[in-house]
């Protein structure tokens, strides 16, 4: 089998524009190591924070060029000889620990890599037990600290990451109501069955948060920055815990807006509030007990994972997949299917 080439997507220039700073190129891979296994991809995650990848504000491990892409799904086609826990032919949902995931061929290290085995290769497995799945449940089960009928609000509620975090908590006992700006992720939301859909585009957000929600929220994700940021602080309850997850508002710029809140210290610590950052890299420790976890609920119908695949069947899909996440167009998990 080897050499074997395969066609991956490099960081070539500093920028947030992705078409700018990325390109398509071949690099030979020559032999695995015996803890190693070679997965064929299938599928490759697209997510929003690959524009901070690109404008080297952080992952950024290597001199340019270096690799990018979070997660794939893939079929194993070589093990190493010490790999006793894969199989060849096995389907697996990938997460490498440095990454690189948007290539034709990964060679991923079986005790530093988080490798789930699955049993078909269904996408909605890439979306579930990828980044926005694990995203979702560690963030609000260990950074959120979320409990049973609290009030949770979700924003951008109908996106990869979004859509499972509302499930995630609506399964943990919670209340929840989900952000959105169109007419036809509201369809989606309710169909959800949240508690509260709210298309900001439509409604007067704090005028709705005022008046249905006056003790405010318990729990806020926060993942689009200011100045929502700003606005949805001021509705967070007593002992309420605001979560950022990220800035998407700012990840198209050359930087992200600065958070003002007046009287911010007081409104702090005189609501007993917190403000949390989250990454999930600073949690591997949890993601196979959550992907455990994921997966139960989604073999009993309690989950509903939803992801949008592009027409490209190539990694110049990416390209074209990084436009429409960001003008807002997807519903569930933006991905690209590699024939």
Not at 99 to 116: G, K, P, Q, T
Not at 310 to 317: A, F, I, K, S, W
Request: glycine fraction near 8%; charged fraction near 20%; aromatic fraction near 8%.
């Amino acid at each position: 089998m080897f050499p074997l080439e395969s066609k991956l997507l490099k960081v070539f220039q500093l920028s947030a524009n992705f078409r700018e700073a990325v390109r398509l190129t071949t690099e030979t891979i020559r032999s695995i190591s015996p803890d190693e296994i070679l997965v064929k991809n299938m599928y490759v995650g697209v997510n929003a924070t690959d524009l901070n990848v690109t404008a080297g504000r952080y992952f950024a491990h290597d001199p340019i060029p270096y690799r990018l892409g979070i997660e794939s799904l893939g079929q194993i086609v070589m093990i190493g000889s010490n790999v006793t826990n894969f199989g060849v032919k096995q389907y697996v949902v990938t997460k490498p620990a440095r990454m690189r995931a948007y290539s034709e061929y990964l060679v991923l290290n079986v005790h530093d890599d988080h490798v789930v085995r699955i049993d078909e290769p269904n996408p909605n497995c890439l979306t579930l037990l990828g980044t926005s799945g694990l995203t979702s449940a560690i963030g609000l089960s260990e950074s959120a600290r979320i409990m049973p009928g609290e009030t949770v609000l979700i924003t951008a509620a109908a996106g990869g990451l979004g859509h499972l975090a509302a499930q995630w908590a609506m399964l943990k006992g919670c209340r929840v109501i989900g952000l959105t700006s169109t007419a036809q992720k509201a369809e989606y939301l309710n169909g959800l069955h949240l508690e509260r859909v709210i298309n900001y585009r439509t409604e007067d957000l704090s005028q709705v948060l005022t008046a249905e929600y006056p003790n405010g929220i318990d729990v806020i994700w926060e993942t689009v920055g200011s100045p929502l940021f700003e606005q949805l602080f001021e509705h967070l309850a007593r002992k309420g815990r605001l979560v950022n997850v990220g800035a998407t508002a700012g990840y198209k710029t050359v930087g992200y807006a600065d958070i003002k809140i007046k009287d911010f210290i007081v409104k702090l610590h005189y609501g007993a509030r917190t403000v949390i950052g989250f990454l999930l890299m600073d949690y591997k420790q949890q993601y196979k007990q959550y992907a455990d976890e994921l997966l139960d609920y989604y073999n009993r119908g309690l989950i509903h994972p939803k992801c949008q695949v592009t027409d490209e069947h190539n990694l110049d899909g990416v390209f074209n997949a990084i436009d429409n996440l960001h003008a807002g167009l997807n519903i569930g998990k933006m991905m690209v299917k590699l024939d």
